[in-house]
């Protein structure tokens, strides 16, 4: 289960404390963001957070970008300016050109800025999700998007694409049952987080089956999409409903994009690109929440991403297959018996089940103290009772060598405690 907020004692000298939504009652704690804030010993590997390591950041580009738009006094004024709430026009703009790179075509009316993918997923929960309405997702799933979403307080149902008993009757029976219908149909279809997997073709059009059968929304969370290093591409989710539907207005998907794994996540620029009738609303809901993501972040953002970001991915490529390699070789050599991980294609995260018995929450304040590495507990990927043995490791931060030596401790404390195991 995920980590509640912690309440004050005060609150019971504060009356209106009690008054909270009912929805705050399913607010939770990222856990990821809860261990991050202990890990400042530099003593400790981290293999927790999906943190692009800031010596890939095209730190020049984005100097040049500022120096050249202070410069500038009209560019200066309009970056410290109010601006529009669907975003940066350039910037929009550009959006388009790079969609249709990835077989979307649409205008900028279908383009919606925002401060990060992160905002893309609360505003599209606040837009589509009713109490009782059903997510269809994925278990393991991004902790971010069940954060996002639950706060609407919402029913999840995990998403089989590979047969079983989840035909869209059951969907639907399943969403009945808790009093709303299905609304949203969440996934990370390139190397997810945290799984690493990547749906193939077949899945991807049976996911829009289901889709189209239930009458939901897709939310395809492209963050790690750029980041194939092996592999043949395969279509966008949206690439394809858009072939379905007949074009980005037909299509029962939306695409959401961020700039924060190739770029600089600090700037904390995303998109969403879908059809006129949902962007519409989603404007609505981005001038009550902020009136428009930060018009100087926009700005430096576009120019970078048309002056380099071509360039830069293949930096990023080649720098973070050597990573994930490191991890899977050091997996290989030093996991014990009944271990099991994933081979990812793309992304920043290998994911481990341990040997049954094991609990990955339990081990952690061990593998810190002892192991000294840090990893995020699987538990905390399910929105039900599930991934008690699994953790996710990331190998975005670390080099090779750094990498290869914590795992290989971190092994070494799963080979002990798999051998105290009973019987």
């Not at 929960?125 to 799933?141: E, F, H």
């Amino acid at each position: 289960m995920l980590a509640t907020v912690s309440t004050s004692s005060d609150h019971a000298a504060q009356p209106w404390a009690a008054q909270f939504a009912s929805r705050a009652g399913g607010m939770v704690a990222s856990e990821i963001r809860e261990l991050l804030k202990i890990l400042a010993r530099p003593d400790v590997i981290s293999f927790a957070g999906g943190i692009p390591d800031p010596a890939l950041f095209p730190a020049d580009q984005l100097r040049q970008a500022c120096a050249e738009l202070f410069a500038d006094p009209a560019r200066r004024a309009a970056g410290l300016q109010y601006s529009l709430s669907e975003g940066d026009p350039a910037l929009r703009a550009w959006i388009v050109s790079h969609m249709a790179e990835q077989g979307v075509t649409c205008t900028p009316e279908n383009v919606l800025i925002t401060t990060g993918a992160q905002q893309a997923l609360d505003f599209i929960g606040k837009l589509m999700l009713s109490p009782g309405d059903t997510v269809i997702a994925s278990a393991p799933t991004y902790l971010g998007a069940l954060q996002a979403f639950s706060a609407y307080e919402p029913h999840y149902e995990r998403l089989r694409l590979d047969g079983g008993n989840a035909t869209p009757a059951h969907y639907l029976d399943s969403a009945r049952a808790h009093g709303g219908r299905p609304k949203l149909l969440y996934v990370v279809p390139d190397f997810a987080n945290p799984s690493g997997e990547t749906l193939d073709l077949a899945q991807r059009r049976r996911l829009l089956e289901l889709a189209d059968a239930t009458c939901t929304l897709v939310v395809e969370d492209a963050a790690y999409r750029q980041l194939r290093y092996a592999g043949e591409p395969v279509p966008s989710v949206t690439a394809l409903a858009c072939q379905q539907g007949g074009g980005i207005e037909g299509a029962c998907s939306v695409y959401c994009g961020t700039f924060s794994k190739t770029l600089a996540p600090g700037l904390r620029v995303g998109w969403i690109v879908g059809p006129r009738a949902v962007i519409e609303k989603l404007v609505l809901i981005k001038q009550a929440a902020d009136l428009h993501s930060g018009t100087l972040d926009q700005a430096v953002i576009g120019a970078v991403a048309r002056a380099c970001l071509a360039d830069r991915l293949p930096v990023l490529r080649d720098a973070y297959r050597r990573r994930r390699d490191a991890m899977l070789a050091a997996l290989a050599s030093s996991a014990p018996a009944g271990t099991r991980w994933s081979r990812p294609d793309g992304g920043l995260f290998v994911w481990v089940e341990l040997p049954d018995g094991l609990d990955a929450r339990a081990l952690l304040p061990r593998a810190i103290e002892e192991a000294k590495v840090a990893y995020v507990p699987g538990s905390a990927f399910f929105f039900d009772e599930g991934g008690a043995n699994t953790l996710r490791l990331s190998f975005s931060l670390a080099d090779e060598a750094t990498i290869d030596r914590g795992v290989r401790s971190l092994m070494g404390l799963v080979t002990e405690m798999a051998g105290r195991r009973p019987g």
